[in-house]
Nanobody, 115 residues
Framework: QVRLVESGGGLVQAGGTLTLSCAASGTIFTLYRMGWYRQAPGKQRELVGTITNGASTYYADSVKGRFTISRPNAKNTVSLQMNSLKPEDTALYYC?????????WGQGTQVTVSS
């Protein structure tokens, strides 16, 4: 069973930077796609960005140019560097992985951006 554990959330002022990390365990295979979703209070969960094992990336329009997703040297880790943070980026951020048609989710890490 694949398990995803996020870290790096917290409180930051508008315009600041925060980096989230996620590590997967429970598999010896390289997960096909990893990424991040977020859910703000009263809103639906939305996609933030994804990266495949071939390093192809996708970003939601709302974060394009501000957020960068990467998979550091370790195969089943994913990071999200968030620059120029805005109060509307406040949400619970979830790590997600997709492999062989199966989705895996982390428990979420809170990001709060104060104005």
């Amino acid at each position: 069973q694949v398990r995803l554990v996020e870290s790096g959330g917290g409180l930051v002022q508008a315009g600041g930077t925060l980096t989230l990390s996620c590590a997967a365990s429970g598999t010896i295979f390289t997960l096909y796609r990893m990424g991040w979703y977020r859910q703000a209070p009263g809103k639906q969960r939305e996609l933030v960005g994804t990266i495949t094992n071939g390093a192809s990336t996708y970003y939601a329009d709302s974060v394009k140019g501000r957020f960068t997703i990467s998979r550091p040297n370790a195969k089943n880790t994913v990071s999200l560097q968030m620059n120029s943070l805005k109060p509307e980026d406040t949400a619970l951020y979830y790590c997600h992985a997709l492999n062989s048609g199966i989705s895996y989710w982390g428990q979420g890490t809170q990001v709060t951006v104060s104005s």
